[in-house]
Structure formats: C-alpha cells, structure tokens
C-alpha cells in the first residue's frame, strides 16, 4: 500500500492491515523495514490522538506509589499533614488540596496530570493561590460555607477545596488562570471575590440544571421582546425566572460580594446549558431588566465554548469591547425598540406622563421608560419614584 497520513478510520484500518503483514514478513533492513517504521509512527500519532488513555485515579496512583516505594501511611504523613488526614484522603473522606498534590507531585513523583486528574495538567499554571484571600466570612453569612469563622480561616484551603470540589476545583477557574472569561469592569475587582461568586453560580446552576427544560431556546431580539413584556406586572421577575426554566435557560439571583461591583454575568454550564446570574446590587425594577436583557444579549451573540463566561460591571466606564456595546444595544432594543423611542414623547418630555404613555403602548413596565430617561439625561435624581426601587430582592426572598 501507498504510505499516507491517517485521517479517518477507515485510513486505520487500512494502515493496521499493512502493519500486520510486514510485522509478518519480518525485514531486518531495506524498503520493507523503512515502510514498518513510518507506519508504526503513523499509527501511534493517529491512536494517541483518538484513542488517549484514561489517566488512572489519583487516589490508586498514589496507593501504587506506595506499594512500588515501599512507604506507609505514616510516611505519607509530612506530605499531607497528619495521619489521620492521610487515612481520610486514602478512603476518600477528604479532598486532595493544592497544597497535599503539591507534596505529593513532589515526595513520590506522581504526575501533575494523574493528581489534578487532568490531561495536560500542570501546577506551574496560573497564580500561586493564597487561600486566606477568599472572602470566608462574607460566604459563611450568606450561607454558602457551612462552617464557623474561627475553623475556616484555620482550615481555609480545605474548606474551599471542598467548596470548589462539585465544580471541578480551582483548576477550572477562568478567574485565576484566565482562560475564557471575559471581564467588563468600570473598576479593579478582586480575583478571590469574583472567584467565590463564580463557584457559587456554577454550584446553584448545577442544582438547578435537572429543573429547566432539557433543550435551550435560541435567544434573539423576538424572544428577548415577549419576555420583556412579562415586565408589566409587579412579579414580572418571577415569571421572567419561569419563562426562562420553561425555555432551557437558568435565571439564578446570587448576592454580589465585596470588591466584585457585579451586576450580572452569563456563563454556560458543563453540558452547555445557558445560565444567567444577577446580584441585584442595584434593587430596582428599571435595573433588573435591563441586565437580565444585557445577559441574555450575551447568551444570543457571544457566549461559546471558547468563552463561556462574561461578569459584567455595567457602571459607566471609559472604553468598553464591541461585545458589550453590542449587549447594550441589543438590551435597549428588546426593551424599548429606537423607532418608538424616537416617535415617543418621553424622548422629548421627559415626564412620569410620558414615560406611562409609552410603558402602556409597548406593555412593559413604566420603571423601564423611567430608566430610560434618567440614563439618556444623564439625571439619576429624575423619575426616582418610578424605578422601583427595592421592589425586585423581596420577590426572590431578599
């Protein structure tokens, strides 16, 4: 046979044919030998990148090492910290941390990729992290860490590993590593707290996902419209949340911590599922809409596998990516359409008169035409009355 780059399966099959009968012909040197060498680089070029082997348990890679070293439990002790952590680690009571693979990579010469459990892996990647960072007490009140003050600022990686466990730890981070995240700021936000607020999302998004209808609508600026007019009523957010569930996609509500200044976010589940998050740091209804639109703006136009999650700080900044001016135009279009805007006497008036003219017209929300105008003013103070302030958090039990 003709010797060729392997492509397909049938490519394989072929090659595999060959190498059967030359392996049979046995040459020692010359034309024959030459064509059994490249075949066998060819097919193990094919294999390794179709066929890759699992990469063993953490936990068996390090019993074998142990076996094969000859070490005990109470060797393993200094490489994870005491006994009785070794014995729990062993029977899967406890979570291997970044610290103990650490140890473990380096006292018993486990691979990275077999103790993070992932191809590739390496622990020279991203930012060396300091566990004490994290905004404990902010997630111990809220309620996302089940754990005293005192026990987790002593324990503070174990107790986040644990945290971070359902959703692939830390090495999944887009925060830390930075990989696929896309960031809009209008001021420097702290890593950790984002991070937190970003487990806690995935974390609830994987609850919720059994919950939602198995297969996601596609979102464009129809949808986006018919649900915009669910606003009209005062649980309007609460049938946004359903509406959304009923078409695929989770609406999750998770408080905003300290130095993250979040607004919204939307990221994708493991199996690709759409999730939209808002912090209602600004519990208005004008302000729940217009992010909730501005995420799901996102979901329709940019959100993929190569970028699977967007934060979004949508305070007034300086420059900002042609995404998020996109987002913001598509969010102000399924809100309240140019064209009537431009025909609209709230464009020009201004007033609460207007503005419920307009609101009925396009059966949304009056907050959302107040909104409007306090944001093409420029004046915050103006229309205060009608955005509702307050009037979204006690509907999700804030």
């Not at 936000?189 to 974390?203: G, H, I, K, P, T």
């Not at 911590?257 to 690709?272: E, F």
């Not at 509702?388 to 999700?396: P, T």
Request: glycine letters at 6%; one cysteine or more.
């Amino acid at each position: 046979m003709e010797i060729k780059a392997i492509k397909t399966e049938d490519d394989y099959q072929t090659a595999l044919a060959a190498l059967e009968r030359l392996i049979d012909l046995d040459p020692d040197d010359g034309v024959e030998a030459d064509r059994l060498e490249v075949l066998s680089i060819l097919i193990e070029d094919y294999e390794s990148k179709n066929f890759p082997i699992d990469l063993p348990d953490p936990i068996e890679a390090i019993k074998f090492c142990m076996e094969q070293q000859g070490k005990s439990q109470a060797d393993l002790a200094p490489l994870i910290g005491s006994r009785s952590k070794v014995s729990e680690v062993l029977s899967r009571k406890r979570p291997l941390t970044l610290s103990m693979i650490r140890a473990l990579h380096k006292g018993l010469s486990i691979p990275a990729e077999v103790l993070l459990n992932e191809q590739g892996a390496s622990l020279e990647e991203g930012a060396e992290i300091d566990w004490r960072r994290f905004p404990l007490k902010e997630m111990i009140d809220l309620g996302w860490i089940d754990a005293s003050w005192r026990r987790a600022k002593d324990r503070a990686e174990e107790i986040l590993t644990e945290f971070l466990e359902p959703i692939g730890g830390l090495k999944q981070s887009p925060v830390f590593y930075r990989r696929s995240a896309h960031i809009r700021a209008a001021r420097k936000m702290n890593d950790y707290a984002l991070e937190a607020w970003r487990a806690q999302v995935q974390r609830l998004a994987l609850k919720e996902e059994a919950h939602v209808a198995d297969k996601p609508t596609p979102v464009d600026l129809n949808f986006m419209g018919d649900l915009a007019r669910l606003s009209r009523g005062e649980n309007g957010p609460l049938l946004a949340r359903e509406y959304l569930k009923g078409h695929g996609i989770i609406l999750l509500i998770v408080p905003h911590l300290s130095k993250t200044y979040l607004d919204g976010a939307s990221t994708l589940t493991p199996s690709g599922r759409p999730v939209v998050a808002l912090t209602l740091r600004y519990d208005r209804i004008d302000n729940f809409w217009f992010v909730l639109m501005h995420e799901l703006a996102h979901v329709a136009k940019h959100l993929c596998a190569e970028t699977p999650m967007f934060f979004d700080d949508l305070d007034p900044a300086g420059d900002i990516a042609p995404e998020e001016q996109e987002a913001d135009q598509m969010a102000g279009e399924a809100l309240i359409p140019e064209t009537k805007w431009r025909q609209s006497g709230a464009r020009h008036l201004k007033s609460a008169h207007e503005a419920e003219k307009l609101a009925k017209k396009l059966r949304i929300h009056p907050a959302i035409v107040a909104g409007k105008i306090r944001y093409e003013t420029g004046n915050y103070r103006k229309l205060n009355q009608m955005v509702g302030h307050g009037r979204v958090g006690k509907l999700f039990g804030g």
